[in-house]
């Protein structure tokens, strides 16, 4: 804690001002001393803290007027005559309004027409401010802690510019560990100063002994960053998931499955993440290597403050999909193909477009009849070509409709799916416990995929890991028994709301997905520039949300924080507000910097 933390009275003294001379001193907008910022005012303006109404207003001294900026923090103490004894405390307040107002009635307008130049030292500056919350300092145990704003400050009492960090950190509940997000700021400038900027982190407790869950992570909660074109969304992604990528064990529900088939006794162990990236730019693939422009003196300036830096070297993992006419080029990857299994539970995956009842009805019957070939004990796998075949040979005997059986074939006979289904020499299935290894970075580039070949790749990857991680009865426990967080870039591709069959089936997976993201340690990381076009189910579960830089039309149509709606979209390259739970909303300044490598 800092020597200004520690003695909270030292450092801003007993103020103890009359009424009558707060009176006296706000007429004349005194300077009060290079320690203080100005005063409270009551003169011409009511002073009170209400259950759902505030007003605290402070007059700035004339030398101290053009550094401030709507935003900053201050906080104003409270005399001891109104505190416990061996207990200090101060009310933490931004600042949400800033002008000026004239001290008396001046006709100012000068014959033949203009304004005469009196100068502002003829008017007050005054602040409007927006209280947060009351922090109180124990001396005797040396703690800070928060408390509701439940009563004004004393009229006269001196105004400062916040320099603490810690009592800005309890203040605003920022948690003093966990995941790095950026440097708290105000209007681009660092808070409380250039050198020593508040680090702002997102609550990640974990057991690292595997014997105590001590808080609620918040990637179960799940995150959204969301940014227009070059403002920064990758750069700032890969920063935060190098931060997740760390040694840090999460208690989770050991599956049934499991617990049979290995005789296990406990419900509960302590895994760690397994963080899952699709990269449709195959630009996180990168995050393997080091970044060469990160000096060694920078590297060691992040690390003393928490930051992990550096490639994840081995412990990122590669993975891309192949179909029958593309092929990553990426090197050290292991590739894997889309099989036709997949669909057996999941028709709605042949389907794009919604079919009549009796249709949808129809491919269920055929499916099943299909599938219903292959059992544990056979050698035979289905494959998209052998079903093509006997659906040509068999299919008027399970629908006995010519015209729904045309409908049928119609639907689930096209080239997209001859392209899409058992390419690759290995399949997901026998993938499936490699990709998703604790402790591990999975990275899914699909950089190479075009279209609708795209999609439908991708459709059938997520379903497999949303379904394996919410359903009793998986087909594969390594992913429902590992807590995992799944970064979609360019989410809005896969996760807006829509009446296709194929998209609808995903969303409403991952509706489900969203609400039990804490009980099943499921996290979703959606990057989007089209935040908007998000489905809001899924949205209204998403407790942290970070937004860069936004393009006016995108304001008008999602939730910014109402203090930011005018601000974000000047925010340069890097600058964002962070809504996170809990957490007041407040401006943060990424690393300018990325901590991996980086190439756009």
């Not at 991708?458 to 379903?463: E, S």
């Not at 990424?590 to 901590?595: A, F, H, I, P």
């Amino acid at each position: 804690m800092t020597d200004s933390t520690d003695d909270i009275a030292a450092k801003y003294g007993n103020q103890d001002s009359t009424a009558g001379e707060a009176e006296e001193e706000e007429m004349a907008d005194p300077v009060l001393g290079d320690d203080s910022l100005g005063h409270v005012a009551l003169k011409d303006s009511q002073l009170f803290v209400g259950r759902s109404e505030m007003q605290i207003i402070a007059y700035i001294d004339q030398h101290e007027r053009d550094g401030l900026r709507v935003g900053n923090y201050v906080c104003i103490p409270y005399p001891d005559a109104t505190t416990e004894p061996n207990e200090d405390e101060v009310l933490l307040a931004a600042i949400d309004r800033l002008e000026y107002r004239p001290i008396t009635e001046v006709n100012d307008w000068v014959d033949g027409g203009g304004y005469s130049d009196f100068g502002e030292q003829n008017l007050a500056y005054v602040s409007h401010l927006d209280p947060i919350a009351i922090v109180k300092h124990d001396r005797l145990k040396d703690t800070l802690t928060r408390q509701t704003v439940d009563r004004p400050p004393k009229p006269g009492e001196d105004v400062h510019l916040i320099e603490d960090e810690e009592i800005l950190r309890v203040g605003l509940n920022i948690p003093s560990d966990g995941i790095y997000i950026g440097d708290m700021a105000v209007s681009g400038d660092f808070i409380p100063n250039d050198e020593n900027p508040l680090t702002y982190l997102l609550s990640n407790p974990n057991s690292t002994d595997g014997t105590a869950d001590e808080g609620e992570p918040a990637i179960f909660r799940h995150l959204l960053v969301a940014g227009s074109t070059g403002k920064g969304k990758t750069h700032f992604s890969k920063n935060i998931l190098r931060q997740c990528a760390v040694s840090k064990q999460y208690p989770i529900e050991v599956p049934p499955e499991e617990q049979e088939a290995f005789g296990i006794d406990d419900d509960i162990r302590h895994r760690y993440l397994n963080l899952f990236v699709i990269d449709p730019e195959d630009e996180y693939v990168e995050m393997r290597d080091d970044n060469p422009g990160l000096s060694p003196e920078k590297a060691r300036e992040l690390e003393d403050k928490g930051v992990a830096v550096g490639g994840l070297d081995d412990d990122l993992q590669v993975f891309a999909p192949v179909t029958a006419n593309s092929q990553p080029t990426l090197d050290d990857i292991r590739t894997f193909g889309i099989p036709f299994s997949v669909v057996e539970k999941r028709p709605q995956l042949l389907l794009s477009s919604r079919p009549k009842d009796p249709t949808f009805n129809a491919i269920r019957n055929v499916l099943n009849a299909y599938f219903g070939r292959f059992d544990d004990d056979s050698n035979d796998e289905p494959t998209y070509n052998d079903f093509e075949t006997w659906l040509e040979l068999n299919g008027d005997q399970i629908v006995n409709n010519d015209n729904i059986l045309a409908a049928v074939e119609r639907r689930v006979t096209g080239p997209i799916y001859d392209r899409v289904f058992d390419h690759g020499s290995t399949s997901l299935d026998e993938y499936t416990n490699d990709m998703f290894n604790r402790g591990q970075v999975t990275v899914v580039p699909t950089g190479h995929l075009r279209g609708e070949t795209e999609k439908l790749v991708l459709l059938a990857l997520m379903t497999h890991i949303v379904e394996n991680k919410i359903d009793t009865g998986v087909e594969h426990p390594q992913i429902k028994g590992t807590p995992m967080l799944l970064c979609v870039d360019e989410a809005h591709e896969y996760l807006s709301s829509t009446d296709r069959p194929r998209e609808k089936y995903l969303v409403q997976n991952f509706r489900q997905a969203a609400k039990r993201g804490r009980k099943d340690k499921f996290g979703l990381y959606m990057v989007t520039q089209n935040p908007q076009d998000i489905d809001d189910e899924i949205l209204k579960q998403t407790n942290t949300r970070i937004y860069l830089g936004l393009q006016p039309e995108v304001v008008e149509r999602i939730r910014i924080p109402a203090d930011y709606e005018d601000q974000i979209v000047t925010f340069d390259k890097g600058q964002a507000v962070v809504d996170a739970p809990d957490v007041r909303p407040v401006e943060v300044q990424g690393l300018d910097v990325c901590v991996t490598n980086h190439s756009n």
